[in-house]
T-cell receptor, first 116, second 109 residues
Framework: ETGVTQTPRHLVMGMTNKKSLKCEQH?????MYWYKQSAKKPLELMFV???????ENNSVPSRFSPECPNSSHLFLHLHTLQPEDSALYLC???????????????FGDGTRLSIL | GQNIDQPTEMTATEGAIVQINCTYQ??????LFWYQQHAGEAPTFLSY??LDGLEEKGRFSSFLSRSKGYSYLLLKELQMKDSASYLC??????????WGAGTKLIIKP
């Protein structure tokens, strides 16, 4: 139990569907992150939120749309995805913005996304 | 560019010792993390090094040499449950986390 919960754990969707991934952290952290993890590749940082404000968008296609309604919840809205978007999507949180000190990030178990 | 290198896969025997290396070239350095990730699960924090030397934490130890851009994770008395991927990540001068692709460790009886 890491204190970060992601739902759903698995998602299969067609390229024309719209779905959302949900992340909730119970750690009282101020920063939250979305990562994409593909096989044998480094974690790709997608979005960073600090105190509910988006502070980073790493050139992510607009078919991915994040939302952070409060410091405990983070969503990733998906629409018209491509087959290459199939991956594990990880949510993480940290006390404050990434790497500012020796604060580790706490990860959820991820959503395994498959695009048909 | 920034780069983190780790072996893709390693195999070791239960009860033995294994060393997983990580070399990095980054714009600045503000610390290095090691994470463990079991298949289908969340990466979990193992260690953080910012000064040169060895940090020991039970069966796991992490070493850092900033001058060489090098770290290793040492796992002793290997157990089957240590089969996992081990991720190295460096904090650069902008306090961004730069991730390696991970090392898949296979433990054999």
């Amino acid at each position: 139990e890491t204190g970060v919960t992601q739902t759903p754990r698995h998602l299969v969707m067609g390229m024309t569907n719209k779905k959302s991934l949900k992340c909730e952290q119970h750690l009282g952290h101020n920063a939250m992150y979305w990562y994409k993890q593909s096989a044998k590749k480094p974690l790709e940082l997608m979005f960073v939120y600090s105190l509910e404000e988006r502070v980073e968008n790493n050139s992510v296609p607009s078919r991915f749309s994040p939302e952070c309604p409060n410091s405990s919840h983070l969503f990733l809205h998906l629409h018209t995805l491509q087959p290459e978007d199939s991956a594990l999507y990880l949510c993480a949180s940290s006390q404050d913005l990434e790497g500012g000190s020796n604060q580790p990030q706490h990860f959820g178990d991820g959503t395994r996304l498959s695009i048909l | 560019g920034q780069n983190i290198d780790q072996p893709t896969e390693m195999t070791a025997t239960e009860g033995a010792i294994v060393q997983i290396n990580c070399t990095y070239q980054t714009s600045g350095f503000n610390g290095l993390f090691w994470y463990q990730q079991h298949a289908g699960e969340a990466p979990t924090f193992l260690s953080y090094n910012v000064l040169d030397g060895l940090e020991e934490k039970g069966r796991f130890s992490s070493f850092l040499s900033r001058s060489k851009g090098y770290s290793y994770l040492l796992l002793k008395e290997l157990q089957m449950k240590d089969s996992a991927s081990y991720l190295c990540a460096v904090v650069d001068s902008n306090y961004q986390l730069i991730w390696g692709a991970g090392t898949k460790l296979i433990i054999k009886p």
